[in-house]
Each structure stands twice: as structure tokens, then as C-alpha cells.
């Protein structure tokens, strides 16, 4: 028996060197350290061993199968890929993916496997401007535009090809097709999308005012009739809004819509605003149109201008009432002019005159380079860490600041909280 147990113990001990061995002809490379000793391989470059790969930013451990790094972490079957931690005991935790014999991926968070553990979620991503991209030349084989992300964020650098159903960003029969929508921020996706106002979209202005906030939050902001309130001030962009309504007997406060947008940039002003309605009329136009307080009259296609090196391009995306404006480097907007109908008077009560439609505005703003000084109804909550105020759960969230934003005119950049100043002619 003394015998039998001493040849097991040294074939044990034989196997155990071999082992080593084998694991000790592993490659450590990068600007760290390859441990073969106890199995570990640190390193900013990658760190092998035998058939067991640890590629990573990190450390590649041996010892329990361990892979961390902003790399990738490859343990025999297990792998462990992503810009967090790759653990080959069981656990994937990273931006990207982590696969240990059974897949899971992860998204910006932690993927748990056998272990259980959990690591820390990563602090919320800069909000990043969607449409900040570089044009590049179409797919030869297919037409389909491509454009090259700049700025900041996840999608820097990254070159996005627009969707075979939507190959061009305007499409020549723009009102019956979609158009390819590039979308640079963190989201990094190129998608097929109608080129009017998406009422949920984040930016947008619909309704008895509804906003959809920077952050995704969606409130109401009621203003007042007759009044005018900053939507956004910034450096170099201010965006007021002309509220129009009314007030049933009985109740204590307007029902709003917001009938007008002025935008003020360098030393331009372009005014977007609906017309007084008596009855409407879906193939009637109601669309107003200001370049600097004159009026525009936007041809079948498009309109454009330059001034101070800054393109202004006005495009129809239906035959009335929806255009889609664009001033380079600041913001793109769709705009649509929509009625109060008797069904939604009805429903919500509103007691409108039987001679007023109440034509307003329906807008979804993309915006392209806030800054961090960014304020205003809507502009606000694109700050980087904004948390809104408003409260969830319930119908209708209401934001106030109507004395915060306020502004004297359509026209004026003025209020309590703005921002933005109009430059001298002489600096441009």
C-alpha cells in the first residue's frame, strides 16, 4: 500500500511540472509584466499563456482564470471581452461583451454568470450632439451615404453606412420615402427615419406644450398665452418660443401651444410660426417663414443662404406645412404646423372658438454643440448631470421657471437665466 501510495504521489507531482511547463513557454508582451510563477500576466499590451490568451489595457491572471482589462481576456473556453473586467471564473463584466463558454453580453453595464458578482455600473455617458459627423463618399456599390462621427463619445472616429431601405440621408421623393438619419452620440446608429417631428423623440416640442427633454424626461411646460419664453439660450444659439391659448371659464390657468420659434445665431434671426386658422385645411398652407423679419418663400425643393460662414438650409419634406431647417455646426429642426381638431377640443376640454383652429407648431430639435453654460425651458436639460425636477409617475409632469425664462419679445435674447449675446458686426 506504502508503495502504491508513493507512485501516485509522484505522478501527481509529474503532471503538476508538466503543467507548469507547458504554461511557462506563454508570451507576456506590453508595457507591463508576464508572471508565469503563480500565473499571472499584467501588462498594457497582452499577456499569453500557452493557449490561454490575455489581451488587455489591465492584468491577465492564470492562476483562477482571471482576465481584467480594457481589452480583451481569453481564458481557454472562457473569454471575457470588453472595456471592464473579463473573469474567467465565471464572470463577464464589461461595456462589451463577456462570453465564458455560455454566452452573455453586456451593454454598458455587468453581466453576471456562476459567481454572481457584481461590479460597479459605470457613471451616465456624456451626452454627446447626434448629427456631429464628416460626410464621406457613398458605398460605390450601392449609393448608400456614409459619414464619419467627430467630436466626443463612444461613436468618435466611427464611420456609419446608411440602411439599404434608406440609402440617402434626403431621399429625391422625400415626402413618400424615409431618409437615413446618422446619429453620432452614444447610440451610434444610422436608421431609416420619416424627415418630419417625432413627437417622443428626445428635443421635441408637441401638444399643450409636452417637451421630451436632453435627458429623455418628458414634461409639460405651460407658459402663458401671449406671452414669449427662451426654449434655449446658449453661446452661440438662442431659440425663443410665442405661446398662444386659451382660457375656459372657470379654470385658472391657459391652455398653451406654441405658435412661433425665433432662432437667433451670429447676427441672424429665422422665424418659424404658424398662421391664424379660421378652418383648416390639410392641403392649404400655414407655414410662415422669416429670414432677418423677411419673408421667405420656400420653393418646391429648398432654399439655403451663407452668412458669416454658417449655411442655413430650409427644406420641404411634405408638399405643406413640414419643412426641415438646418443651420451648420448649431442645430437641425423638424417643424410641422398642425391644427387643434373638434375630436382633441372635445376631449380635452379645451372650449376653443369655433373660428380659431389654433394653429401651432409641433418641432423636434437636434442640436450639435451645446455647451456647458446651455440654459432655457429645453435647453437646460442637456446639461452634462442635469436631473429633472419634475415629478414621475404622473400624467402630466410640470416644469415651472416661467419667470426664469421669460423674454420681453419673440426677438429678445433676454431673461433672468439667459445666456447668449449678439455678437458685433465687427467681430465677424
Not at 75 to 102: H, I, K, L, R, V
Not at 214 to 239: E, P, R, T, W
Not at 264 to 276: E, P, W
Not at 291 to 303: E, F, M, V
Request: aromatic residues 8%.
Amino acid at each position: 500500500m506504502k508503495v502504491r501510495r508513493v507512485f501516485i504521489l509522484a505522478a501527481l507531482l509529474a503532471l503538476f511540472v508538466g503543467i507548469i511547463v507547458a504554461q511557462g513557454d506563454s508570451n507576456g508582451s506590453g508595457n507591463g509584466n508576464g508572471n508565469t510563477g503563480p500565473n499571472n500576466g499584467n501588462g498594457n499590451g497582452n499577456g499569453n499563456m500557452g493557449g490561454n490568451n490575455g489581451n488587455g489595457n489591465g492584468n491577465g491572471n492564470m492562476g483562477g482564470n482571471n482576465g481584467n482589462g480594457n481589452g480583451n481576456g481569453n481564458f481557454g473556453g472562457n473569454n471575457g471581452n470588453g472595456n471592464g473586467n473579463g473573469n474567467g471564473n465565471g464572470n463577464g463584466n464589461g461595456n462589451g461583451n463577456g462570453n465564458n463558454n455560455n454566452n452573455s453580453d453586456g451593454d454598458d453595464g455587468n453581466d453576471e454568470e456562476e459567481n454572481g458578482q457584481r461590479q460597479t455600473r459605470p457613471s451616465a455617458p456624456t451626452r454627446v450632439p447626434s448629427g456631429n459627423y464628416e460626410s464621406l463618399s457613398p458605398v460605390p456599390s450601392s449609393g448608400q451615404e456614409r459619414g464619419k462621427c467627430l467630436g466626443v463619445g463612444a461613436c468618435l472616429h466611427k464611420t456609419l453606412t446608411c440602411p439599404s431601405d434608406c440609402p440617402q440621408r434626403k431621399p429625391k421623393n422625400n415626402r413618400k420615402q424615409k431618409g437615413c438619419f446618422i446619429d453620432c452620440s452614444n447610440r451610434c446608429q444610422a436608421t431609416c427615419k420619416w424627415r418630419k417631428p417625432d413627437c417622443n423623440e428626445k428635443g421635441s416640442i408637441c401638444y399643450d406644450p409636452r417637451f421630451v427633454g436632453g435627458d429623455g424626461v418628458m414634461f409639460y411646460f405651460h407658459g402663458s398665452k401671449g406671452n414669449n419664453f427662451a426654449i434655449l439660450s446658449d453661446q452661440n444659439l438662442h431659440i425663443n418660443a410665442h405661446f398662444i391659448g386659451n382660457r375656459p371659464k372657470g379654470r385658472t390657468r391657459d391652455f398653451t401651444w406654441v405658435q412661433a420659434l425665433s432662432l437667433m445665431f451670429d447676427t441672424n434671426t429665422l422665424l418659424f410660426a404658424a398662421k391664424r386658422v379660421s378652418h383648416w385645411d390639410n392641403n392649404t398652407n400655414a407655414i410662415v417663414v422669416k429670414w432677418n423679419r423677411h419673408s421667405l418663400s420656400i420653393p418646391i425643393d429648398q432654399w439655403s443662404t451663407t452668412s458669416a460662414g454658417r449655411q442655413v438650409l430650409i427644406e420641404r419634406t411634405m408638399d405643406v406645412n413640414t419643412v426641415r431647417a438646418t443651420v451648420s455646426g448649431l442645430v437641425q429642426m423638424d417643424i410641422r404646423v398642425v391644427p387643434i381638431g373638434d375630436k382633441e377640443n372635445r376631449v380635452h376640454h379645451y372650449q376653443l372658438p369655433s373660428d380659431n383652429a389654433f394653429a401651432h407648431l409641433e418641432v423636434t430639435f437636434r442640436f450639435f454643440s451645446l455647451s456647458k453654460a446651455v440654459e432655457g425651458v429645453l435647453g437646460k436639460t442637456y446639461k452634462e448631470g442635469y436631473v429633472s425636477p419634475v415629478k414621475r409617475g404622473v400624467p402630466m409632469p410640470i416644469m415651472g421657471g416661467e419667470d426664469k425664462y421669460r423674454t420681453p419679445s419673440l426677438y429678445s435674447p433676454f431673461c433672468k437665466m439667459c445666456v447668449f449675446q449678439r455678437p458685433s458686426l465687427a467681430s465677424l
